[in-house]
């Protein structure tokens, strides 16, 4: 199989290959990189002027729901998200049903993942699995971290709760250390958000809503940074909502602290004032902030105080979203929408350049789980994505693979889309590819 790119603008983290290029793919593997390459046949010949070829990106926080809840999203449909959104590899968490507590769950899902119940689709996108801190992520007793290691869990986390307790928290950071792989932390201090669904602020109060206080963020994270510095370990904060959160990572930081966040878009481009539409799409955990927030996070990302942007992709169907606010269940779906919302509100905004993004939604979430980045050089393994920086495009959740629908990006104009992905001999064209 030979797929021939033209005129590709290649962003090479490592540099070498930086410029525009034409890239010659010979069964699933880089065999050509140069200018006014071509004349032999091929099986795909495509003009990529004027768009981007990235090292495959990598969403390091994904819900794919399989075992358990495949009404929502299953590894077949999650993994078509992916591509669909540019995504050649993803971590899935373990709140899964039952939980990713054991080595034998863990095995399951990397089976399937490679199976795949649509053949064709089998090894399109890298499915990796991250496990349990605690048995049933009930944040009580640790889960057999080394076993799940070995089984081949690349992180922890208990995510959608916090590990609160201190002592846990403890042997969790030890035992991260030992293996080298990281513990991934959902802040929230549970006694103080309590069943609060939204941002505790003026505007969400007058809105009549269950509400839960930003401290809850900052309160775990402050314990969390003076325990690695206590402790050491690995230690990864994911999906940071407010301002103080990134104050606290800067400042640990310039402490020389090894500790590493993301943000999601929908923290990053939209605020607690959407919540006076009632739609449930909006609810998600941690609550979507101020605007005072988003603008916060954002300064964070260009200054490098944030690693990472990860979509917390967390699919639920339409009969679970569509019940009274407070008793809807929390996330929304962004395997298919964090490309779009990040070049339309990032990269055209000039807010960050193509290597940031490339820094962002695939080398460092890599560097941080302990997996290799895609590199562009003759011999390697073809692991890209293309993106089309120009391509207009509006959310229509009915045209999502993913199984779910609960977006708060529907009905927005995005400029910059993912158009396709090549994983060794997988790859996937979208239709917007032109
Ligand atoms: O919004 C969220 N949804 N936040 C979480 O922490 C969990 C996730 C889910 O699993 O639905
Ligand atoms: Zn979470």
Known sequence: ?????????????????????????????????????????????????????????????????????????????????????????????????????????????????????????????????????????????????????????????????????????????EYSSMLGKPIIQHCEDHALTKSGSVNESPKTIEYGLKTQHRLAEELVLSRDIRMLEAFGGKYHATHLSTSESVELIAAAKKRGLPITCDVTPHHLFLDDSLLSTYDSDYKVNPPLRTRADNEALIEALKSGVIDAIASDHAPHALHEKEVEFDSAPFGMVGLETTVGAVMTNLFHTG????????????????????????????????????????????????????????????????????????????????????
Request: glycine share 10%; hydrophobic share 40%.
């Open 1 to 173: 199989m030979k797929i021939f790119f033209r005129n590709a603008r290649v962003v090479d983290p490592a540099g070498k290959y930086d410029g525009l290029f034409d890239l010659m793919i010979v069964d699933g593997a880089i065999q050509e990189l140069g200018s006014s390459l071509g004349g032999n046949p091929v099986n795909y010949e495509i003009n990529l002027r004027g768009k981007f070829v990235v090292p495959g990106l990598f969403d390091m926080h994904t819900h794919l729901r399989e075992p358990g809840q495949e009404y929502k999203e299953d590894i077949a449909s999650g993994t078509a998200a992916a591509a669909n959104g540019g995504f050649t590899a993803i971590a899935a968490m373990p709140n899964t049903d039952p939980v990713v507590d054991s080595a034998d769950v863990v095995k399951y899902v990397l089976d399937r993942a490679k199976q795949s119940p649509n053949a064709e689709q089998a090894g399109l996108v890298n499915v990796y699995q991250i496990a349990a801190i605690t048995e049933g992520r009930k944040g009580e007793r640790l889960s057999e971290m080394k076993d799940l290691s070995e089984a081949g869990a690349i992180a922890f986390s208990d995510d959608g709760s916090a590990i609160t307790d201190s002592h846990v928290m403890r042997l969790a950071l």
């Open 351 to 434: 807010v960050v350049d193509i290597q940031a993004i490339v820094r962002l939604l695939s080398v460092n979430p890599r560097k941080i789980m302990g997996i290799p980045v895609p590199q562009f050089n003759l011999g390697a393994r073809a692991d890209l994505t293309i993106i089309d920086p120009d391509c207009e495009w509006i959310v229509e959740p009915d045209k999502f693979k993913s199984r779910s629908r609960n977006t708060g990006f529907k009905g927005q104009k995005f400029k910059g889309s993912a158009v396709g992905i090549v994983n060794g001999e997988r790859f996937f064209f979208s239709d917007r590819l032109r």
